[in-house]
């Protein structure tokens, strides 16, 4: 057998063209969205995706402001400017790249972002909101992963999905958003004992546990599908959490690296951006872009 390719980087450019569809019909009511994105330090890789998403945001015909802060910012300093752009109505989305440097205490940081401009989900208000399935923000990572999936599968009820990786980016989010769908789902971490089993019982493999490589050909079911979320430099090559040569002759259906998640989490972050500004003027949420 041999895996359909789950193709994250077309369906992204799908989305972006739906994007920009709405973004057009918005500028006839005299709105443009706002995105404005929070890099402090000069981590390169950090670079390559503030520039990329900027990039992305002005073809939606979004506006993208950026903000560079060097690493030694004192944490009042970052406060006051994510004050600024919580006050600033030109601004409906605010990003603040993570990780952040060491002197910055990251909850503080985000829990300071007004949660309806909260476009990254990560603020406690929408965590919370997800949870108790009210009208949330919800992360990038998952919610692309989750319009793969129900692409992919239809609906998602009583499927036995499994996700590795319990961080507050992607697992946990990913772990709601399957469960708000009605699969049975376990999250799995470096402490799970059995993992190549577990894997085995899943309909649905979510890999985001930062190894590369790490699911293995033969943990997975026959004919399961497996979202790769890992981005691990291996070179000047980008490798998965998933040992792509192996699982592609077991898997149903697989997403590649590059090209499956990454591109899915830049246009749901301007899916977002665009449903935080629907709902700042009043508008219903625009179709197909909210779990
Ligand atoms: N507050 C915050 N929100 C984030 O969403 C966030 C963050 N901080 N910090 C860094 C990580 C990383 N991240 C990526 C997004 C897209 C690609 C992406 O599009 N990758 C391409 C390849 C890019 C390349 O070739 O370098 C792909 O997988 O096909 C990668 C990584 C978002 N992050």
Redesign the pocket.
């Known amino acids: 057998m041999t895996a359909r390719l789950i193709d994250?980087?077309a369906f992204?450019a799908d989305l972006r063209v739906r994007i920009a569809r709405e973004v057009a019909a918005l500028e006839k009511r005299g709105i443009t969205p706002g995105l404005a994105a929070v890099l402090v330090g000069d981590n390169p890789?950090?670079q390559?995706?503030v520039r990329?998403?900027g990039r992305m945001t002005q073809e939606v015909g979004m506006n993208s402001f950026e903000h560079r802060l060097s690493a030694d910012t004192p944490q009042a300093d970052l406060l006051a400017l994510i004050g600024r752009l919580n006050a600033d109505s030109a601004v409906n989305g605010i990003?603040?790249?993570?990780?952040l440097p060491r002197q910055m205490d990251e909850s503080a940081v985000?829990n300071a972002i007004d949660p309806a401009k909260d476009v990254?989900g990560?603020h406690i208000q929408n965590v919370g909101r997800l949870a108790t399935g009210q009208k949330a923000m919800v992360?990038?990572?998952p919610l692309g992963c989750l319009m793969l999936l129900r692409d992919q599968m239809g609906d998602l009820s009583g499927k036995s999905a499994l996700v590795i990786g319990r961080s507050n980016?992607v697992g946990k989010p990913m772990a709601q958003l399957l469960l708000r769908d009605s699969a049975t789902v376990t999250i799995a971490h470096s402490r799970t004992a059995n993992l190549p089993d577990l894997c085995r019982q899943a309909d649905i493999i979510v890999a985001a546990v930062g190894q590369p490589c790490f699911v293995q050909g033969d943990w997975i079911k026959p004919g399961a599908t497996v979202i790769d979320v890992g981005?691990n430099r291996a070179g000047d090559r980008?490798i998965g959490d998933v040992d792509f040569d192996t699982a592609r002759h077991v898997a149903g259906a697989i997403t590649?690296?590059?090209?499956?998640?990454?591109?899915?989490?830049?246009a749901c972050?301007l899916a977002n951006t665009l449903t935080a500004t629907a709902r700042a003027n009043g508008l219903p949420d625009p179709e197909g872009l909210t779990p």
């Open positions: 994250g980087k992204a890789a950090s390559v995706y990329s998403k990003l603040v790249q993570l990780p985000i990254d990560f992360p990038c990572t980016i981005i980008l590649p690296v590059p090209g499956g998640v990454g591109p899915m989490t830049i972050l």
